[in-house]
């Protein structure tokens, strides 16, 4: 059987959503759709959660990448933003991004963490020296700040 050309696939779209809560272990690819399949039959239903054709495709940590419907996405949004608990934890999702590739969705976990503590600073010959933070905006340090080598 042949696959289906482009014209004709349904198109989709792919959120990232960032788990944030108290909890010990991070919940299964299972677990996460069952959190949201339940919060989405208790507010559009069976008919309205299968419109949506949710899936959960990639999970790491704390991020979760959820596939959807486009045109239904912020259905999906407010769905994962009902989940409060989640085997006894109080746990969180957070929409970080929209995207219509997992790639593209998985590009903004690289632009929206840091490994580290230490943020990259670069030097200029003026009275300021600009640093990236990590929620991509700037802050600025002064010449007392600076650890000279």
């Known amino acids: 059987m042949r696959p289906l050309p482009p014209t004709l696939r349904e198109d989709r779209r792919y959120l990232l959503v960032k788990i944030i809560g108290e909890f010990l272990m991070v919940p299964s690819q299972k677990e996460v759709y069952h959190a949201i399949r339940e919060a989405a039959v208790e507010l559009f239903g069976d008919v309205g959660f299968a419109q949506m054709h949710v899936a959960v495709v990639w999970l790491e940590g704390e991020h979760v990448i959820i596939r959807c419907k486009r ?8 769905c994962t933003a009902v989940i409060t608990k989640f085997h006894g934890f109080t746990m969180v999702f957070r929409t970080v991004a929209m995207s219509g590739t997992i790639h593209g969705a998985k ?22 020296v600009d640093c990236l933070t990590g929620n991509n905006t700037q802050s600025y340090l002064t010449r007392e700040d600076i650890h000279k080598e």
């Open 107 to 128: 590009n903004h976990i690289k632009s929206t963490t840091w490994d580290c503590e230490i943020l990259p600073g670069y030097r200029c010959s003026g009275k300021k």
């Open 71 to 78: 045109g239904l996405e912020q259905r999906v949004i407010a």
